[in-house]
């Protein structure tokens, strides 16, 4: 007797649903350090600008002011809030995911769809020993990316998707 799939609906498509789990603590830190580096580097240019220009002083100031502001907030909001969201998983059907902060992304990826499985260790990744994998399959949307995985995590990760996929592919043909 099969037992039901809980992630394959009666016609046969795969359920959109939370994936189980959260990439690690220390992505919180990684955001924090892009988001830093982004605004630090316009925060120098808005005050070059401002002291080096003799018109709208007040206008440079205020505009600098509302900067730090909003540059203090995503500091202080957006990693965390991107932890929260950011869940991944992989079944033996399917990759899911689940990104973003202000605007949500939930992805399945099938895997008999999967092409390609990458690693990828940016300078700041790897000094957090962090890791994003990336899945590629034929789909419009591009390839689904789990940012923010332990290197100890991602590395059997890549393995055990580049195994299923292949494994998918010889069953569907």
Known sequence: MDVPNPDIDEVGLLRLREPAHRVSRKAIRWWSARIA????????????????TSSFGELHMWFFVGSVVLAVAEFLIEPRWRYRVHHWEVT???????????????????????????????PFER?????TVAVTTASANGAIHIEGLDQEVAEPLVDRLTRAARAAREDAT
């Open 92 to 122: 033996e059907d399917a990759v899911y995911t689940k990104s973003g902060w202000l605007s949500q992304e939930w992805r399945i990826a099938p895997l008999s769809r999967v092409q390609t499985v990458d690693s990828h260790r940016g």
């Open 127 to 131: 000094m957090m020993g962090l890791a």
């Open 37 to 52: 580096m982004v605004w630090t580097i316009l925060l120098a240019g808005q005050l070059v600008w401002w002291l080096n």
